[in-house]
């Protein structure tokens, strides 16, 4: 019998994904099991991703975690989920039954380190992003294969959409333990080449404190969703962004506008992303078609969806929204080349600026689902399965 190694160490990352036809409210809490399905668009890992290395060792007294350089609780129940889903996989991988006796190296400790390269408080579904990564490693750890969205939901209802990429819904499915509940790839990354996503931060607002009734969302859930879900599938396979943004729009002001519809009122949008809506309807107003679309999730922040040749304009119109000094610190992402603007859509579309408005912008795309990391020198954590220090 070959040596056991003393430390399996294994290291990936994963996408942050924004949601085009959204999901709110579960019929499960437990379980994350939503009230209908959802839709949304993987961003690309070279602006926004997470990553995370899990090392197992027999010499390991017990599980452990880090987030962002910070050890965190790891009672925390979404994470020991994730784990035992991963577990439950590899011993059915491996020929266990339920009353047998578990491979050694599955009752191994494991400590896991994960950063972000976006910040974590940002609004940008670092949840999503985070447990689809930690699922991915986990499971290149144990030789998991197949599928396994439906372990990361269980961490982060979003977080299944982040296991694909490119353009992914997630079935609500029907079963009452969610095993039909899972994601599902609509088109790769590669399909849209053009579609580009615009990001802005807004400053930070603290969340509300709310418990949402879940009437007006049961009539979303039936009544409204069912149908967006086939129309935006057909706009993505179409490539028709007309179709995709207006519909995007649509299922943003729809949503907000059931948030408004709950008692008390739940307020995400802001008065800056109330600006930002107004921008967009210009904009396109100008052009007398659907140039740029706005979403916003469960709080202020915007992203916007257009294609490449669209985005200098609209790259011109957002800076006056942002504070006067170094502006580059602000624009992140992807080169978007000069803005040309004509004096008719300054004049039509200009909005007096708001310093301090936005924290800042950040251009990306659409981009595949969570990687391996071959490069050892990658690791968070050392050969002593501790993190490394910061370089």
């Not at 190296?105 to 380190?113: N, Q």
């Not at 333990?177 to 802005?200: C, F, M, N, Y």
């Not at 679309?293 to 119109?317: C, E, H, K, M």
Request: glycine share 8%; net charge neutral.
């Amino acid at each position: 019998m070959a040596e056991e190694k003393p430390l399996t160490v294994v290291s990936c990352t994963a996408p942050v994904n924004i949601a085009v036809i959204k999901y709110w409210g579960k019929r499960d809490e437990e379980l994350i099991l939503p009230l209908n399905s959802s839709l949304s668009v993987t961003l690309h890992q070279d602006q926004l991703k997470t990553t995370t290395t899990a090392a197992i060792s027999r010499d390991f007294k017990e599980d452990r975690l880090w987030l962002n350089g910070e050890e965190a609780d790891v009672g925390h129940p979404r994470l020991p989920s994730c784990l035992r889903g991963v577990r439950r996989l590899a011993r059915k991988r491996r020929g266990g039954s339920a009353g047998a006796e578990a491979p050694l190296s599955l009752a191994y400790k494991v400590h896991v380190a994960s950063v972000n390269n976006f910040p974590t408080a940002a609004g940008l579904a670092s949840s999503a992003a985070g447990y689809a990564c930690l699922v991915h490693t986990l499971a290149r750890l144990y030789g998991v294969e197949g599928e396994l969205s439906e372990v990361a939901r269980q961490g982060s209802g979003s977080a299944c959409r982040s296991m694909f990429g490119g353009f992914v819904q997630w079935l609500m499915g029907e079963r009452p333990d969610g095993k039909d509940s899972v994601a599902q790839q609509v088109a790769p990354e590669t399909h849209w080449p053009e579609l580009r996503v615009l990001i802005l931060v807004v400053s930070p607002s603290p969340p509300p404190g709310v418990t949402v009734p879940l009437a007006p969302w049961q009539h979303r859930a039936e009544a409204v969703v069912p149908g967006r879900m086939a129309q935006m599938i057909q706009f993505i396979q179409q490539r028709d962004f007309e179709g995709f943004g207006r519909l995007t729009m649509q299922d943003s002001n729809q949503f907000h506008a059931t948030c408004l519809d709950t008692f008390s009122p739940i307020f995400y949008l802001s008065d800056v992303s109330r600006r930002i809506i107004a921008l967009a309807h210009r904009f396109n107003a100008h052009h007398g078609r659907t140039k740029v679309a706005y979403t916003f999730d469960a709080g202020p922040n915007a992203v916007i969806f257009s294609l490449a040749d669209t985005i200098s304009p609209l790259w011109g119109r957002v800076p006056p929204l942002l504070p006067p000094l170094w502006p580059h610190r602000f624009l992140k992402g992807l080169p978007a080349g000069p803005a040309s603007l004509s004096e008719e859509l300054l004049s039509a579309v200009v909005l007096e600026p708001v310093l301090g408005a936005i924290r800042y912008i950040l251009l990306t795309k659409p981009g595949p689902g969570p990687q391996l990391l071959d490069d050892p020198g990658l690791h968070l954590l050392g050969a002593d399965g501790l993190p490394r220090p910061s370089a």
